[in-house]
C-alpha cells in the first residue's frame, strides 16, 4: 500500500497544483522585488517587473540565477528576511570555489523538513520505524534534512552521523535500524563491510534505504538492494532550495517527485538558455516559489536531466525528474566527446564489477588520456595475467561502444581505492590541475 506523508498535495489533480504554483509565484517575485535588490536589479536589467508575472506561464520571463550570482553576492546579498526573522543556515563544502551559505527561517526550515518526510513515508517509513540518519550532520544538508523529516514521520530517529563505519553497523544490527539514510557510495560501503562480517540480506534488519547527494546508477541500486535486502530509494536536492527532499523517488522507483507546490522545475539548454520541451535533455533550473529567507528564483543546479511528466502508478501528480545523468560541470570532454561518470560507473557494473572505481584523465603529447581505475572483487581477483588481460580487453569494449572512445583499463587490487564516507570522489582531471 502506497503511503502518503501529505496526500491532499502530494496527489492534488494538474489544475489544483496549478493554480497553487500561480498564486504562489506571483507573491514570490513581489517578495523578492520588494526585499533581494540584487535580484530586483536583474529583473530591472531585463526589463521585468512583477506586473508582468501573473502566472507560470511568465515563468521564462525571469532572469536566472548561477552559481556565480550566488558568489558574488557572498554571504548576504540574496537573502529575503532580515537576520533577526532567521534561524540557521547550511552550507556547501565549496570543492567548486567558495561555499555556498543558504540561510533558512523557521517557516523554511519546516518546509524542507515537510519534503523529506514526504520521501521517507514514500519509502514506507511510519513511526514503527527506525531510521538511522547516516548523512554528515553540520553544514551539510543531509544530515539536518534527513533528520528533521524522520522527526516529523516519528520515526525512532538514529543521528549517527557519517563514518565509523563499524559503530554504524553495530547500531543498524542492535537497534534493528529499518531505514537507512545515507549517500549511495556510503551505503555500498556499508554493505561491503556488512558482508565481511558475515552478515546478509536475511540478517540485516533494513528495510529500505533512502540515498542521494551523488549521481549514481540503476545498476549501484540493483547492488545495494541485494546486498542490503532492502528497497533503495533516490532523493535529490541541493543545498541552495533547502537540501535532500527537493524531490523523491516512490514505490514505482522510477524517476523523483518534484515537490511541485514548492519548486517549479523547467529544463533549458545550457548553451542558450532557452526552455526545452518536455522530454528532452537539459540543465535543471528551479524557482522556488515560497522560501522566505534565500529565495532561488529560476537558479540554474547544472544538473542534466529530464523531465517526465507522465502519470505515475504510485498516485502522486508531481512531475518526475530521471536520475541526474551529472553534472554539467562533472561532465569531461575527452577528444572532444562528451562523458559523464556515470557511464563509466554503468557500464563497470554491468561488467560485475562494484561501484569501486576512479578516473583519471590527463593530456599527454596534446592528447586526452582516459584511465579506467577500477577495483576487482574478492570473487575475481587472481594473479593469472591471461585472466586479468581478457577481463580488461572486455571492460575496454564495454567502454568503448558506450562512449564512442577508447579508454584505458586498470584493474586493482580489492579495496585498493580509498572508501567514500559521503559523497564520493571519482574524477581527478589532471588537465585542470
Ligand atoms: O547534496 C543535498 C542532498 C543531501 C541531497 C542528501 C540528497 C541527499 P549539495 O551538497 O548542495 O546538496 O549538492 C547538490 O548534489 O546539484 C546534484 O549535482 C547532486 N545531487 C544531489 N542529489 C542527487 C541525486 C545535497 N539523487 C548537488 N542524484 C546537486 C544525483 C544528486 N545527483
Known amino acids: 500500500m502506497e503511503r502518503y506523508y501529505q496526500k491532499e498535495?502530494?496527489?492534488?489533480?494538474?489544475?489544483?497544483?496549478?493554480?497553487?504554483?500561480?498564486?504562489?509565484?506571483?507573491?514570490?517575485?513581489?517578495h523578492v522585488w520588494d526585499n533581494v535588490p540584487y535580484y530586483r536589479k536583474k529583473m530591472e536589467e531585463k526589463g521585468v517587473t512583477p506586473d508582468d508575472i501573473k502566472s507560470v506561464d511568465d515563468l521564462h520571463k525571469l532572469p536566472f540565477l548561477t552559481k556565480?550570482?550566488?558568489?558574488?553576492?557572498?554571504?548576504?546579498?540574496?537573502?529575503?528576511?532580515p537576520l533577526k526573522d532567521c534561524v540557521r543556515i547550511q552550507s556547501t563544502s565549496g570543492t567548486t570555489g567558495k561555499r555556498v551559505v543558504a540561510f533558512y527561517t523557521q517557516h523554511d526550515i519546516d518546509l524542507w523538513e515537510e519534503c523529506c518526510a514526504r520521501a521517507i513515508t514514500a519509502a514506507g517509513?511510519?513511526?514503527?520505524?527506525?531510521?538511522?540518519?547516516?548523512?554528515?550532520?553540520?553544514?551539510?544538508?543531509?544530515?539536518?534534512?534527513?533528520n528533521g523529516g524522520s522527526h516529523k514521520v516519528g520515526c525512532l530517529t538514529v543521528p549517527t552521523s557519517s563514518g565509523n563505519t563499524d559503530r554504524q553497523i553495530m547500531f543498524i544490527m542492535d537497534?534493528?535500524?529499518?531505514?537507512?539514510?545515507?549517500?549511495?557510495?556510503?551505503?555500498?560501503?556499508?554493505?561491503?563491510?556488512?558482508?565481511?562480517?558475515?552478515?546478509?540480506?536475511?540478517?540485516?534488519?533494513?528495510?529500505?534505504?533512502?540515498?542521494?547527494?551523488?549521481?549514481?546508477?540503476?545498476?549501484?541500486?540493483?547492488?545495494?538492494?541485494?546486498?542490503?535486502?532492502?528497497?533503495?530509494?533516490?532523493?535529490?536536492?541541493?543545498?541552495?532550495?533547502?537540501?535532500?527532499?527537493?524531490?523523491?523517488?516512490?514505490?514505482?522507483?522510477?524517476?523523483?517527485?518534484?515537490?511541485?507546490?514548492?519548486?517549479?522545475?523547467?529544463?533549458i539548454d545550457p548553451d542558450t538558455g532557452e526552455v526545452l520541451p518536455d522530454g528532452e535533455q537539459g540543465e535543471l533550473v528551479f524557482t522556488a516559489i515560497d522560501k522566505e529567507a534565500f529565495p532561488m528564483m529560476r537558479y540554474r543546479t547544472r544538473d542534466v536531466c529530464t523531465l517526465i511528466r507522465e502519470k505515475c502508478s504510485c498516485g502522486r501528480t508531481h512531475v518526475r525528474m530521471a536520475k541526474p545523468k551529472g553534472r554539467t560541470d562533472d561532465m569531461l570532454i575527452i577528444r572532444g566527446v562528451?562523458?559523464?561518470?556515470?557511464?563509466?560507473?554503468?557500464?563497470?557494473?554491468?561488467?560485475?564489477?562494484?561501484?569501486?572505481?576512479?578516473?583519471?584523465?590527463?593530456?599527454?603529447?596534446n592528447t586526452d588520456t582516459l584511465d579506467v581505475q577500477v577495483e576487482m572483487t574478492p570473487e575475481m581477483f587472481t594473479d593469472n595475467m591471461g585472466e586479468i588481460s581478457a577481463r580488461q580487453k572486455?571492460?575496454?569494449?564495454?567502454?568503448?561502444?558506450?562512449?564512442?572512445?577508447?579508454?584505458?583499463?586498470?584493474?586493482?587490487?580489492?579495496?585498493?581505492?580509498?572508501?567514500?564516507?559521503?559523497?564520493?570522489?571519482?574524477?581527478?582531471d589532471r588537465r585542470k590541475i
Request: aromatic share 8%.
Open 9 to 30: 498535495i502530494e496527489c492534488a489533480s494538474r489544475e489544483e497544483l496549478r493554480a497553487i504554483q500561480d498564486e504562489k509565484l506571483v507573491k514570490q517575485v513581489k
Open 68 to 81: 556565480a550570482d550566488l558568489r558574488e553576492a557572498y554571504p548576504y546579498g540574496l537573502m529575503g528576511k
Open 125 to 146: 517509513g511510519t513511526e514503527e520505524d527506525v531510521c538511522q540518519v547516516s548523512y554528515g550532520y553540520g553544514l551539510f544538508t543531509g544530515g539536518p534534512g534527513l
Open 175 to 267: 537497534l534493528q535500524a529499518t531505514i537507512l539514510c545515507c549517500t549511495p557510495s556510503y551505503a555500498a560501503y556499508l554493505g561491503e563491510r556488512m558482508k565481511e562480517l558475515g552478515y546478509g540480506p536475511d540478517d540485516i534488519p533494513l528495510k529500505a534505504g533512502i540515498f542521494g547527494a551523488e549521481a549514481w546508477s540503476e545498476e549501484m541500486r540493483q547492488d545495494i538492494q541485494k546486498t542490503l535486502g532492502i528497497k533503495a530509494y533516490d532523493i535529490y536536492g541541493l543545498t541552495e532550495l533547502s537540501g535532500p527532499g527537493v524531490s523523491f523517488e516512490c514505490s514505482a522507483q522510477n524517476g523523483m517527485h518534484v515537490n511541485e507546490d514548492h519548486f517549479i522545475p523547467e529544463i
Open 338 to 365: 562528451n562523458v559523464f561518470p556515470s557511464q563509466i560507473e554503468t557500464v563497470l557494473l554491468k561488467h560485475g564489477y562494484a561501484a569501486n572505481y576512479q578516473i583519471v584523465v590527463d593530456r599527454v603529447n
Open 394 to 428: 572486455d571492460l575496454v569494449e564495454g567502454l568503448r561502444s558506450m562512449l564512442g572512445i577508447k579508454a584505458k583499463v586498470s584493474l586493482v587490487a580489492p579495496k585498493s581505492i580509498v572508501r567514500s564516507e559521503g559523497k564520493a570522489v571519482r574524477v581527478i
